[in-house]
């Protein structure tokens, strides 16, 4: 196992020791390289925000993970580094290429329609004390049939074994309750 | 160095188990042409396909046509197996069209002695469907070999990779197929042969992109 030192590292024996499972030599070498990487991206790509750079870091990163097989320990490292660092800098200027020829730059989103009712912000009750009111002043039955269909999502067949009415009475009481629900929540409003 | 950095440094450096080194691309040319010549040569056995010696041995330009055929197949996986690996010399995707240019030159001086021999018939192209069964069939596995072998490298140029493994393909199937095939005019090599070749190389490096690509793990550990 390799420890890390303050010496300079021998990149070829780390990425040798790493190749053989090591991973403390990974970890070494690849505190080593980000450096270099991070210094080739800026030299490329000096215009792009730093998180961008960052990004394109750790995608080089994880390419050299996924191809470190075809690393030769005969040969020099940093040709090999390289020339990934390289590769995916230019393929990650080929995706914005590609991105940027199908985009078209708005200053403003249009909505989608311009009535009220399509522009509400959120959906649902809003207000969770008036519907839970609403619903304690429901007749027994509705309450009970809204309780266990829609609170506590029972199904049909469980609900009606639990409370003993019919199924075709549970759907009636529901669709009644929900009816009732929407007309004392609407006049609130 | 960031966080999201330093963590995926550390979760890439947990997650590494040991790999098993690319061989030298020259080793893995001739471990695919191991692989492919004794099923090439078992699959126009099947096929009833009977080598005619004496004939091939008297022909000279017809050698040269079946060696410059074979030379662009070792000459194209040669150069398939560089191009995946970082920092090798991409200018070796040009070697195959040495050998290529001088199986191209062979066709083409044979179409020309066809022409003077025969005239207009010599440089008839007729469709020859006998020939396709054992050419789909002889190229079944070394296709499969290249892109299994191919994919263990690095994508650094997709397009190109996979058009030299199409061609490589492409030639040793066609080198195999030509054995047979003694009695063809050198159009009917030019169209049927070296066109399938060609049309395997490009039909290849268009669907590189799709066949190679980079395999990553996720970017977060939760992806």
């Known amino acids: ?189 | 160095m960031t966080v999201e950095t330093d963590h995926l440094i550390e979760r890439l450096a947990d997650e590494a188990a040991p790999v098993r080194r690319l061989r030298h691309p020259g080793k893995r040319a001739a471990i695919w042409l191991a692989l492919s010549l004794p099923y090439v040569a078992l699959v126009a056995y099947v096929h009833g396909l009977v080598v005619d010696v004496p004939s091939f041995l008297s022909d000279p330009r017809f050698m040269i046509e079946e060696i410059a055929a074979l030379a662009t197949a070792i000459a194209a996986g040669y150069a398939a197996f560089c191009t995946v690996v970082p920092g090798r010399n991409r200018a070796v995707a040009w070697l195959p069209l040495i050998p290529l240019a001088v199986w191209l030159a062979s066709i083409g001086k044979g179409c020309i002695d066809d022409w003077i021999r025969l005239g207009a018939e010599g440089l008839e192209v007729h469709v020859d469907w006998m020939c396709i069964p054992p050419l789909a069939w002889i190229g079944i596995l070394p296709a499969a070999a290249m892109v299994v072998m191919l994919r263990r490298g690095a994508p650094l140029m997709p397009w190109v990779t996979v058009a030299l493994g199409g061609l490589a393909i492409g030639a040793l199937t066609n080198a195999g197929l030509q054995l047979f095939h003694l009695g063809d005019t050198s159009i009917m090599v030019l169209v049927w042969h070296f066109g399938s070749t060609a049309l395997l190389a490009a039909l290849a490096g268009w669907l590189g992109p799709w066949i190679f690509r980079w395999k990553m793990v996720p970017r977060s550990s939760d992806a």
Do not use: C
């Open chain 1, 1 to 189: 196992m390799t420890e890390h030192s303050d010496e300079p590292a021998d990149l070829e024996s780390l990425m040798r020791a790493a190749q053989d499972g090591d991973k403390a030599a990974y970890r070494r070498l690849l505190r080593e390289v980000t450096p270099m990487i991070r210094a080739a991206v800026r030299r490329h790509r000096h215009f792009l925000p730093l998180q961008d750079i960052e990004d394109l870091v750790q995608d080089v990163l994880l390419s050299l993970h996924a191809v470190r097989a075809t690393y030769d320990p005969a040969r020099p490292f940093h040709p090999w580094l390289m020339a990934i660092a390289r590769n995916r800098i230019a393929d990650s200027g080929r995706r914005h290429l590609r991105s940027a020829a199908h985009e078209v730059a708005v200053e403003e989103y249009p909505e989608t329609f311009a009535y009220d009712a399509t522009n509400h912000v959120g959906e649902g009750y809003g207000d969770p004390q008036a519907l839970r009111q609403a619903i304690e002043k429901l007749p027994h039955g509705q309450r009970q049939a809204v309780e266990m269909l829609k609170l506590r999502e029972l199904s049909l067949k469980e609900a009606a074994a639990a409370s003993g009415m019919s199924v075709g009475a549970l759907k009636v009481a529901v669709h009644r309750a929900i009816k009732a629900l929407r007309v004392t929540l609407h006049a609130e409003r």
